[in-house]
T-cell receptor, first 113, second 116 residues
Framework: TQLLEQSPQFLSIQEGENLTVYCNSS?????LQWYRQEPGEGPVLLVT?????EVKKLKRLTFQFGDARKDSSLHITAAQPGDTGLYLC?????????????FGSGTRLSIRP | KAGVTQTPRYLIKTRGQQVTLSCSPI?????VSWYQQTPGQGLQFLFE???????NKGNFPGRFSGRQFSNSRSEMNVSTLELGDSALYLC???????????????FGEGSRLTVL
């Protein structure tokens, strides 16, 4: 059974601090997505990484796919209250059906003003 | 381009009742999948529809069912509601073929079901 473990589960930090969220698996994925979900809303796709070692930046967010395509990290620089939400990673195999997309349990991030 | 639309956004039902939720995917997306999200269990796959056919079904009882129409709109139904069915039900559409090879999902805002 494929599993994606996210850590930490909860994180509360002060505005302006940096943080890193991890997504780890023993399985290899063809691609990995990161989503952010705000309270009362559905998850919104932030980024997709597909190449081992790939780094993508989205303003203050930096996403990295592990060399072996088994893990990924999300680093936020100078966190702002607007970054608050549930961050989900999801791993997929190429052309897989939705039933084969594996979701992590999520990291709930709270940024204090 | 309009996003995924789910209705209703909020609903309250009592045990034993049934409920129908609706989802309109992004125009051109023919695959629609449904998920149940609860604080304890996270995001759990319910089923996926493509071209009016159910492709896969998650580990949920037969009280959970769905269908897809020729315009790709989808509905899911839960019969004989139980307290444990209280959750956020999310619908997601995605591209298929080469454009959808990476498995990216586009979610609606969800339908928050409370069973009393």
């Amino acid at each position: 059974t494929q599993l994606l473990e996210q850590s930490p589960q909860f994180l509360s930090i002060q505005e302006g601090e940096n943080l890193t969220v991890y997504c780890n698996s023993s399985s290899v994925f063809s691609s990995l997505q990161w989503y952010r979900q705000e309270p009362g809303e559905g998850p919104v796709l932030l980024v997709t990484v597909v190449t081992g070692g790939e780094v993508k930046k989205l303003k203050r967010l930096t996403f990295q796919f592990g060399d072996a395509r088994k893990d990924s990290s999300l680093h936020i620089t100078a966190a702002q209250p607007g970054d608050t939400g549930l961050y989900l990673c999801a791993g997929a195999s190429r052309y897989s059906s939705a039933s084969k997309i594996i979701f992590g349990s999520g990291t709930r991030l709270s940024i204090r003003p | 381009k309009a996003g995924v639309t789910q209705t209703p956004r909020y609903l309250i039902k009592t045990r034993g009742q049934q409920v129908t939720l609706s989802c309109s995917p992004i125009s051109g997306h023919r695959s629609v999948s449904w998920y149940q999200q609860t604080p304890g269990q996270g995001l759990q796959f319910l089923f996926e529809y493509f071209s009016e056919t159910q492709r896969n079904k998650g580990n949920f009882p037969g009280r959970f069912s769905g269908r897809q129409f020729s315009n790709s709109r989808s509905e899911m139904n839960v019969s004989t509601l139980e307290l444990g069915d209280s959750a956020l039900y999310l619908c997601a559409s995605r591209r298929t073929g080469g454009a959808g090879r990476h498995g990216e999902l586009f979610f609606g805002e969800g339908s928050r079901l409370t069973v009393l």
